[in-house]
Each structure stands twice: as C-alpha cells, then as structure tokens.
T-cell receptor
Framework: GAVVSQHPSWVICKSGTSVKIECRSL??????MFWYRQFPKQSLMLMATSNEGSKATYEQGVEKDKFLINHASLTLSTLTVTSAHPEDSSFYICSARWPSGVNEQFFGPGTRLTVL | AQSVAQPEDQVNVAEGNPLTVKCTYSVSGNPYLFWYVQYPNRGLQFLLKYITGDNLVKGSYGFEAEFNKSQTSFHLKKPSALVSDSALYFC?????????????FGAGTILRVKS
C-alpha cells in the first residue's frame, strides 16, 4: 500500500526559532500534498495544499509567511514553522494524494510540535 | 461546499457487541465518502470508501459502512467490537479545491470499547 512518512515525529523548540517538518511519499509520486493541523481532541484542519513546482494554496486564516511550504519534488513537501510561538504547538499531519482514480489521500504519522 | 457531520462525540460499546459510528453528509452531486481511524499520537489510517456501486462497503479490520442516500448517511459498523478498536474515527467527504480534490473531515467520534 501507499506509505507516507513524516520527520521528525516530535520536536521541541524554543520560542522564536524555526522548525522544518518533512513529508515524503515513499512508494508513489504525489503532485499534491496536504498539510493539516490538529488540536487535542479535535478534527483535522486543512492548512494548505502543496503542489509540486508551484506555490502552495493556503486556507483562509492561515498565515503563509508563518507556515512556509515547499514542494520541491514529487515525493517531498516541507512545512517550516517560522518564528514559532507556544500557540503554534500542535500535531501537524501531512497527506499525499494518490495520482489517479479517486485521488484518495494517504496520511503520514504526524509530527508533535511543542514550542516552549 | 461539501460537509459531513458526526453527531456523537463519543460512543461506548462492550467488547463483542456490534458498534455503529454515525456520519451524515451534505453534498451537491454524488458523494465520495471515506472513513479514517486515528490512534493516539498517530496519523490517520484509511478504513474504507464509498464511490459508487453497492451501498454496503467493506473495509479494513472488519469494518463496513452503509451508504444510505435517502437518509444522507454513511454510518460505520462492525458486528463485534474489539478493545483494540478503541480510537478516534473520522468521516470525510471529497470536495473540490483550487488544485483538485481535497477532503473535508467531520469532528470525529471517540470509540471506547470496554472488556
């Protein structure tokens, strides 16, 4: 089956620093990847859609200058949380869209970010 | 826009009993519906999907879901619950995005199976 990995699985950083999270599709090429944010006991909120070779599309209310997304290849998208603050602490999940058919999404295991 | 609703925050079931996790949808056109499961501090795992065809869809881990057009529902079911089924379950519907299709998730339902 399709496998999506995320790295790191958890990260703790100081306020004001930047953190990069990687999302990789391991056995298929994904022109489109998605980044979600999930607060405790809540649903997934789509932050942005990442397209290989073009700018990401951000959902309303998501700061594009704070959450930088780069989709440099068909198997890798990165999310950089710039100048992180404690309120950015959350569980970040990526998914990669299967390139054909129903275009279902396969999800990574998530990254737990804690900003001190 | 397409949407799904999960009316129950939590469902409690005894091990061995049948379980149902409810989902209703609101779409224009034909719905593409999905169920995902999430274990603590993990990403989402795909359980099953409905695109077209039989209203009863069979998925992973013994789960199935019944698509009911008249009731606009897509409830997740399992004949005999296991303690290991305890997790957070999300219903989702495919929606159109600027760059193609995207998923819209329900709020999630916590399933607790007690032995």
């Amino acid at each position: 089956g399709a496998v999506v990995s995320q790295h790191p699985s958890w990260v703790i950083c100081k306020s004001g620093t930047s953190v990069k999270i990687e999302c990789r599709s391991l056995d298929f090429q994904a022109t489109t990847m998605f980044w979600y944010r999930q607060f405790p006991k809540q649903s997934l909120m789509l932050m942005a859609t990442s397209n290989e070779g073009s700018k990401a599309t951000y959902e309303q209310g998501v700061e594009k200058d704070k959450f930088l997304i780069n989709h440099a290849s068909l198997t890798l998208s990165t999310l950089t949380v710039t100048s992180a603050h404690p309120e950015d602490s959350s569980f970040y999940i990526c998914s990669a869209r299967w390139p054909s058919g129903v275009n279902e999404q396969f999800f990574g295991p998530g990254t737990r970010l804690t900003v001190l | 826009a397409q949407s799904v609703a999960q009316p129950e925050d939590q469902v409690n079931v005894a091990e061995g009993n049948p379980l149902t996790v409810k989902c209703t949808y609101s779409v224009s056109g034909n719905p593409y519906l999905f169920w995902y499961v999430q274990y603590p501090n993990r990403g989402l795992q795909f359980l099953l999907k409905y695109i077209t065809g039989d209203n009863l869809v069979k998925g992973s881990y013994g789960f199935e879901a019944e698509f009911n057009k008249s009731q606009t529902s897509f409830h997740l079911k399992k004949p005999s619950a296991l303690v290991s089924d305890s997790a957070l379950y999300f219903c989702a519907v495919r929606d159109k995005g600027e760059y193609g299709n995207k998923l819209v998730f329900g709020a999630g339902t916590i399933l607790r199976v007690k032995s």
